[in-house]
């Protein structure tokens, strides 16, 4: 956790905790994070109340006596900022801040922030839990996705590089409709331009910038369309894996299916890169064996072959 979020947390739930309004003053002594000059202290407070606000947190301003013109204090009144989740796990909130992780530095990091700081405020211990060893973060840049959504919104067409399923690298034009996430993964749904039809792409497999372009002519959204419909009849090769019990988490969260033979998983993992799902294949050692397709098992084969050369 960064320093600046948990100087947040803590003014947070200083203002929370008091029954009165309390002083720049006595928040420079009591609430930890708060260091340097009274200058520098006096920014730092002032960005904080800013993000706070921007985060739906309500401050109060006053003064202890009405009547006086007693220097301003600060409060947050608890029934403002409540909220009413019933009973919140200790796994649940490990579950929500492993997702607001996985959203840093995306377009909703903002929105993941503000509730994984509201969370923490309410005091709920977090466990260790067995979940990955790894957050995957998401691959597009807030920059992408909110191009995306403003063309969804708008109708207007995305522009961009795409890696085809014969590893090529084609030019797409698309006037974009849909943005959903499976398996982990975002896709993106649209209208190909070249050949006027509904198409699906995984945004991970975009390279470059996604460029937008004004569209001046009228569009209806397709009758019928279901999202997650178009992405079950989408073909795709799949790679068969043998991962040890235990092992493996980054190829667990890509599989689409686990069979359970003792020692071992087997898992059926999607092929949308081979070259980078051999990479992950390597990075894991003995704890995993390829089975299928014979171009990923060659592939493997070589890439170890050629780090044993390079170190004899």
């Given amino acids: 956790m960064s320093r600046k979020i948990e100087r947040l947390i803590n003014l947070t739930i200083a ?39 921007t985060l739906g947190i309500t401050i109060d301003v006053g003064s202890f006596d009405p009547l006086f013109n007693d220097e301003s ?8 900022y409540q909220l009413d989740l019933g009973h919140v796990t200790p796994t649940e909130i490990a579950l929500l801040s492993l997702a607001a992780d996985a959203w840093q530095g995306a377009a909703l990091e903002d929105a993941a922030q503000s509730a994984i700081l509201k969370l923490k405020s309410i005091g709920v ?38 890696v085809s399923a014969t590893m090529e690298l084609q030019s797409r034009s698309i006037i974009p409709f849909a943005l959903s996430n499976k398996n982990g993964f975002w ?3 649209g209208i190909d331009q070249e050949i006027f039809e509904i198409r699906t792409f995984r945004l991970d497999r975009i390279q470059g910038e996604i460029e937008q372009k004004l569209n001046k002519e009228a569009f209806e959204f397709p009758d019928g369309f279901e999202i997650y419909k178009s992405q079950e009849s989408s073909t795709q090769e799949n790679a068969r ?6 092992k493996g988490f980054s190829l667990r969260a890509l599989a689409t299916s686990s069979q359970d033979f003792g020692e071992w998983d087997q898992l059926e993992v ?22 299928q397709p014979a171009e990923l098992k060659q592939h ?13």
Avoid: C
């Fill in 125 to 162: 211990p977090a466990d260790s839990l067995e979940l990955p060893g790894v957050s995957v973060k998401l691959s597009n840049s807030a920059t992408d996705l909110n191009t995306i959504t403003a063309a969804i919104a708008d109708s207007n067409f995305l522009i961009f590089e795409y």
């Fill in 300 to 312: 493997v084969v070589r890439q170890l072959r050629q780090l044993v050369a390079n170190h004899e």
């Fill in 241 to 246: 894996i043998d991962v040890r019990k235990g």
């Fill in 187 to 189: 896709y993106l749904t």
């Fill in 270 to 291: 999607p092929i949308f890169n081979l070259e980078s799902l051999a990479s992950q294949i390597l990075w894991h050692g003995l704890d995993a064996f390829v089975h």
């Fill in 73 to 80: 204090g600060y409060r947050i009144r608890s029934e403002s």
């Fill in 15 to 53: 203002l929370l905790a008091t029954k009165r309004y309390i002083t720049k003053a006595e928040i420079f002594r009591t609430v930890e994070g708060y260091e340097g000059s009274a200058e520098t202290k006096e920014r730092m407070f002032e960005r904080d109340k800013d993000d706070l606000r």
